[in-house]
């Protein structure tokens, strides 16, 4: 689940408020985070304005993951 590092885990489902709560977060300036479960990764530099595109959504990403950092080389809206 894409959200923003402000809020983080505490949007991990979709619905219209978490959206609008985190796409206003991410136009202020927060980073989008990938929320699984209670963990809560960042997105590398490159990966970022690729992630922002999906915010509020499940996805599904083709990528490593470095320690806490994810790097995508593709990412969809899960069950696409």
Known sequence: ??????????HHTVSEA???CINGCLKGGADPV?????????FD????????TF?????????AVDGNVVKINSIQKAGD
């Open 1 to 10: 689940y894409v959200s923003e590092a402000h809020c983080g885990a505490k």
């Open 18 to 20: 978490n959206t609008k």
């Open 34 to 42: 990938l929320v699984k479960g209670d963990t809560v990764l960042t």
């Open 45 to 52: 530099a490159d990966s970022k304005e690729k992630a922002k």
């Open 55 to 63: 915010a509020g959504q499940q996805v599904s990403i083709d990528g």
